[in-house]
């Protein structure tokens, strides 16, 4: 964590940049600030080697102050956070970059008094003149500023790292819940289909041996495919025809011809993807809310279209109540593409018709 905050100002051109900058700025603010001064009027007129001169001790300047000012920034990161010690850290940051700034200040006048053979005034007292004193609370404000400048900067790129960080702390423990939610609604259609068939099974063995042998051949080959398909999100359309093929005979030995398919699904929509046993859950549902008899059969129609959807609609036949739902079912599928698109489950009901449209996923 600490790495990645100062990954900023731990690269070493970066760290230049800055320098060259507050240099530039160093200059622009003090024209702005005296644009009459004598100092700029006769700037370009003086001996080079005093230009030059000048221009080195505040390049000097600039780099000390930046280096300083970011040996206190990471300094105080860990100890005193701006996330959670705002006013003080800010406090801490501007007291000690001003005296880093007043103790530069001191020696490199120090150091030009002794080479100019003058006594250290700074425009104060005997042999001070006014305009040393203007200049030197000039540089000051200047020098304030530029360390106001750099200040910002380390507030920025700590602010902005430490965003970066728990936005991707964030997001990754949001797919881990998201995982485990998944996880744990497959769980759920696992049990339930468990709990439905087994008693069907152990009830058909009794009654007839061959049927029951069929009835454990096709619910050995759903529960196969159950259990090959547990880990993953999604499955082709393909896939899921061909499950409820032998989800079919489960179902009309169950309800005999109470019940009737009509399934249209054109190739090209085969290939796209759904969760797995969301057809299962769309037929189960049908089954657990309308009757099922010979005279008046419950029609359920899957069907797709150009839209990328897939539609499970069947006639409405209500029974006066309804078994228990185990909390699975359509909030199941519902909560799945949640978790998987952005794209909504659509449920209706109109002219005795109740139907359901899913999305179908492209990878």
């Known amino acids: 964590m600490k790495k990645e905050q100062n990954a900023f100002l731990n690269n070493r051109w970066k760290r230049i940049l800055i320098v060259c900058f507050a240099f530039l700025m160093m200059y622009l603010i003090s024209f702005i600030i005296d644009p009459f001064s004598p100092y700029w009027g006769n700037f370009f007129k003086r001996d080079w080697t005093k230009v030059s001169r000048d221009l080195a001790t505040s390049f000097i300047f600039c780099f000390i102050v930046s280096e300083v000012s970011i040996l206190i920034s990471n300094r105080f990161n860990q100890s005193v956070p701006w996330t959670n010690y705002p006013g003080k850290r800010f406090t801490i940051e501007i007291f000690l970059n001003l005296f880093v700034i007043l103790a530069v200040q001191l020696i490199i006048n120090f150091f030009k008094s002794r080479m100019n053979g003058k006594p250290l005034t700074f425009g104060f007292g005997p042999g001070g003149s006014v305009e040393e004193a203007r200049g030197m609370i000039q540089w000051l404000v200047v020098s304030t500023i530029i360390a106001l400048f750099i200040v910002g900067i380390h507030i920025g790129n700590y602010l902005i790292s430490n965003w970066k960080n728990e936005a991707l702390k964030a997001s990754e423990l949001k797919q881990v819940a998201l995982d485990a939610e998944l996880q744990s609604l497959k769980l759920q259609i696992d049990s339930h289909f468990v709990f439905n068939n087994l008693s069907v099974l152990s009830e058909t063995i009794l009654k007839d041996q061959m049927l029951g042998y069929a009835y454990a051949e096709n619910f050995s080959r759903i529960y196969r495919y159950?259990?090959?398909?547990?880990?993953?999100?999604?499955?082709?359309?393909?896939?899921?025809?061909?499950?409820?093929?032998?989800?079919?005979?489960?179902?009309?030995?169950?309800?005999?011809?109470?019940?009737?398919?009509?399934?249209?699904?054109?190739?090209?929509?085969?290939?796209?993807?759904?969760?797995?046993?969301?057809?299962?859950?769309?037929?189960?549902?049908?089954?657990?809310?309308?009757?099922?008899?010979?005279?008046?059969?419950?029609?359920?129609?899957?069907?797709?279209?150009?839209?990328?959807?897939?539609?499970?609609?069947?006639?409405?036949?209500?029974?006066?109540?309804?078994?228990?739902?185990?909390?699975?079912?359509?909030?199941?599928?519902k909560r799945r593409y949640q978790l998987l698109s952005k794209r909504p489950v659509e449920i209706s009901k109109a002219n005795n018709c109740f139907k359901v449209t899913i999305p179908l996923l492209k990878l």
């Open 226 to 333: 159950l259990l090959l398909n547990a880990k993953k999100d999604i499955i082709t359309l393909e896939q899921e025809l061909k499950f409820l093929e032998s989800y079919r005979f489960l179902i009309e030995h169950r309800f005999s011809n109470g019940v009737q398919f009509h399934i249209s699904a054109d190739e090209s929509s085969k290939n796209l993807y759904m969760p797995p046993l969301t057809l299962q859950l769309l037929v189960e549902n049908a089954l657990k809310h309308n009757k099922t008899n010979r005279k008046e059969p419950l029609i359920v129609r899957i069907s797709t279209d150009n839209a990328q959807t897939l539609t499970v609609e069947n006639n409405m036949l209500p029974i006066a109540k309804v078994q228990d739902s185990f909390g699975i079912g359509l909030t199941n599928i």
